[in-house]
């Protein structure tokens, strides 16, 4: 049994629809996740920029004590995590891999859409993952730059969000796809109007789901989890405005969020030096 809490990150809240899950699966855990909102957007950022912050969040979370990392944001898990495994003595889990595997045993024609930031579809890193499993599988990316403005603003279930997934799903329409990676943890949040947009005929995969279940077997197969009779405990750091923090995380996590503590950037920094 191991009483150290879950780590978990992200450039911002998007990474809390991940921890819904977690917690949802190993309500007995306790979880610590940092928001990154000081840097935040990172899809738009070049990948060695996005590889560096990811590293400094890692390595300060792994001097706070937890025992797993969840790189639970879809641009930092393609810039950063086979560095991240590299460095740290603690297994990390990324948002990719566990949605690559779903989508290749979902898709039919074997034909998968890939809807992301623009770091994650530059990195390539999801095409890599489905062929590692399936060489003869086709994936075809788009990137929807528009999308997190959206869905972090006034209205995130407005017609503008509508009109933007529709003319992104279009491509992949026209591709044929059958299965579809929504590839960024901010997605969930808007699962609705994917759903209507692309129809019963096709299969969405989100990583929230695939990567609580990857985490809950990586804390059973290595037997670093903690007592099961117990509920867990979770809180929150993030380099942004606490307070924005804890009101708008809600939306996110659709769970109560009490507070959140501030944490500085020169802190992080300082955690990777
Ligand atoms: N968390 C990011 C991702 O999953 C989206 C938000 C951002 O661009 O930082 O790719």
Redesign the pocket.
Known sequence: MDPRPIGIF???M??LTVLHECLVTLPHEDFVYLGDGAR??????PLDEIRRFASEIASYLEHQGVKLIVA???????AALPALQRRLSVPVVG?LSPEAHAAVLATRNRCIGLL??E??VTSGRYTELVRALDAGAEVVPVACPRL?PLIEGDDPFGEETAAAVREYATLLKDAGADTVIL????YPLIRPIFQRVFGRGVTLVF?AEETAREVAETLERKGIGNDESREGAYRFLTTGDPELFRAMGRRFLQLPIDAAEHVEVSALEAAAA
């Open positions: 992200d450039s911002g998007g990474g935040l957007p990172y899809g738009p950022r639970a944001c879809n641009s930092a898990t393609a948002v992301a930031t770091a994650t997190v590839g960024c943890t901010h990583s």
